[in-house]
Every structure is written in C-alpha cells, then in structure tokens.
C-alpha cells in the first residue's frame, strides 16, 4: 500500500472518540479558517506549547496525506514563525480513514510538551 507524507493533528481525547463515530474530525478552524491544522512531527511541539498548554488530554494522529482527500497547503502560522517556519494546512474535514496512528502526547517534567523526531 502506498502512502503519502505523514503529518500530525493534535485533537483531544474526546474530539478523536467523536470523530471516530462521525467518520471526520471537523475542528472550530475549519469554520473559523477554512483548514484542518496540521503539522510534521518535528514541528507539533510549537502549536501545542502555544495553544495547549492547559489540557493534559491530548492525542496526535499520524495522517497519511494520500487519504485526506482535500488540498494541503504549506502556509505561515498565526503569527509567522520568526525563521519562516510553515505549516502544513488541511482545506477539508479531515477523515478519520485518513488516520493511521493514534498516541498520547503528554508534557514533560518541564510541564511542555517535547519536540519530536
């Protein structure tokens, strides 16, 4: 089976467990921004220590881009990152079939959540 790149969505627990019965993850952004944010793995920690410091229920969801169905688009982030940094954007709901990975994502000792590789 062929596979496209892999990027990562950060979702709640619970958001995971209701799109898993609604076959799509359909995330405020999408009415707010018309995308699904999206990021490589080396870059999720960015996003998650900007935005989600406060929740101790997140999940990351490898994404395999050959199922989404929908453009992604390599866009700056809100505000620009200072080096340039893009991010990669879903201009669709983002179907769970498209998912191939799920694993937690917890802080470390530092209470921030780590890069990864």
């Known amino acids: 089976m062929s596979t496209g790149t892999r990027l990562v969505h950060l979702c709640s627990i619970s958001d995971w467990l209701e799109a898993r019965?609604?076959?799509s993850i359909e995330p405020a952004s999408l009415a707010d921004q018309g995308f699904v944010?999206?990021?490589e793995r080396r870059q999720v920690h960015i996003p998650a220590n900007l935005l989600y410091?406060?929740?101790s229920d997140l999940v990351l969801l490898?994404?395999?881009t050959l199922r989404?169905?929908?453009e992604i688009v390599w866009?700056?982030?809100?505000p620009p990152d200072p080096s340039g940094m893009q991010f990669p954007h879903l201009y669709?709901?983002?179907p769970t079939g498209a998912v191939t990975a799920v694993e937690?994502?917890?802080v470390d000792e530092s209470g921030h959540y780590p890069q990864l590789h």
Do not use: F, K, P
């Open 104 to 106: 937690r994502y917890d």
């Open 68 to 70: 989404v169905g929908a």
């Open 92 to 94: 669709g709901a983002l």
């Open 21 to 23: 019965t609604t076959g």
């Open 62 to 64: 490898t994404v395999d």
């Open 75 to 78: 866009e700056d982030g809100d």
């Open 37 to 39: 944010h999206l990021s």
């Open 53 to 55: 410091l406060d929740q």
